[in-house]
DNA sequence: CCAAAAGTGTTATCGATACACCCATGT
DNA sequence: ACATGGGTGTATCGATAACACTTTTGG
């Protein structure tokens, strides 16, 4: 029964779209250890600073990873169980890399959504991060309680786009079709749109441009690209 | 840039309804400062304990304050910003109250709902437990950033109740008239609903239970009674 | 018999769904 | 000319919204 001090730490679920599958940002995580191999994957994260608020934790992280700023971050949940960073594996890890004695962790989880088109610059030279097909994150043993936190985020992002569906544009290029989105949707929710349904139903979101434009470079008919222009009111 | 360890704590909005109003329960703090006065209000809270997790961390300070188990409650965001313990009469407090040293305090809020009609008793016989009506909200100045937390909190669950509208009856006794169901529902989203078709919306909620029998001792014709069975599929 | 609240049905509108054929382009 | 994906309209169904009068009961 007795009060104490955990460190409090954000982690980042970052999920991009590659025009066919759901894609999420993991890093690469060195370890030494005979029993589990040489490497494993984790979410994004860090401990917060101490002048610093949990958005701005957020932004840091992806800034440092991405270079990318003014992307889509959204606070979810929060995760504390006493046990979530007790894994021997972790446990080694984490004295490694924040020279910390580390008795528990709470974290605090955040959804950024990513424009996968926008190159990346993975800048900090000791960490390799990599885009993994959502698909497979339930044959990859990630770090902590990450799978969790992933798949509460998916959750999460699914919900969302239903009932806000301009959060959709978050993952495509300022430029894109009809059929870009609807493929985005129907990932994200495991669905199959009729075509001239998911238009009819698109095109009543506010803030989406039809444009008098068509993409380039394909080897059939060129479709029409959309835009959606946050501003209009 | 330094490195640190907040305190993490749970804090809880908890909301009642006495048939008319949209209450919540707050805890009456008591300091001893000649500016601010002798007394002021906060959200229940606690910091959290070292072997317990989150969730649990909530059940624990619903239970040690009000007797009740098995409530609702669903964890809806964290607020860590570094400033949000700072105030002197929240350091004042929190360093007699807790007997530490706390430099920062992240706290995960949590939502609770309650049925006000279930007597409460209030356990801690130091504390003082009331329910206020949630429209004085704003004139009333919290501790900490609970004015912040508090208000969030409603948002959480106004957006709530529109897509899973079963969360209504957390509220209610276990039979409640069509009548207190629509005024907890207008007065949360602050409509007017009109009462045939909200009787018509109400009634494919799945579980919802149209009884033989009506309430008693009204000065009117009596309602008739619904019920809620969760399990019912 | 009056006051107060309960109970009840129809119509119009809107959004969601189901469904199939022709078009433009590159090879 | 053909293969590939793009683009388009109509009919039906279900959900929502608007709307007013009669019934029950206690005092």
Redesign the pocket.
């Known amino acids: 029964m007795s009060v104490f001090y955990p460190y409090v730490s954000i982690d980042c679920v970052i999920f991009g779209f590659d025009g066919e599958k759901l894609k999420i940002l993991l890093i690469e995580r060195t370890i030494n250890n005979a029993e589990i191999g040489l490497s494993d994957k984790k979410l994004p994260g860090s401990i917060i600073f101490e002048d610093e608020n949990l958005d701005n934790a957020a932004i840091r992280i992806l800034n440092d990873l991405t270079g990318l700023k003014n992307i889509y971050l959204s606070q979810f949940r929060s995760f504390g169980d006493p046990e979530r960073a007790n894994k021997p594996r972790d446990k080694q890890w984490l004295e490694r890399t924040t020279q910390l004695k580390i008795g528990r962790l709470v974290t605090v989880a955040y959804v950024a959504l990513i424009k996968i088109n926008r190159k990346i610059i993975f800048q900090s030279e000791n960490t390799t991060a990599r885009w993994y097909d959502l698909t497979s994150l339930s044959e990859m043993q990630l770090a902590f309680d990450h799978n969790q936190i992933a798949t509460e985020a998916l959750k999460f992002i699914r919900n969302k786009i239903q009932y806000e569906s301009h959060t959709l544009f978050e993952l495509l290029p300022n430029k894109f079709?009809?059929?870009q989105l609807r493929n985005l949707y129907d990932t994200i929710l495991e669905t199959k749109s009729?075509?001239?349904?998911f238009?009819?139903?698109m095109l009543?979101v506010e803030g989406l441009e039809k444009l008098d434009e068509?993409q380039k470079n394909?080897?059939?008919?060129?479709?029409?690209l959309y835009r959606y222009n946050k501003k209009k009111k």
Request: without cysteine; aromatic residues 6%.
């Open positions: 079709t009809m059929t009729d075509v001239r349904n238009q009819k139903k009543q068509v394909v080897p059939y008919r060129a479709p029409r």
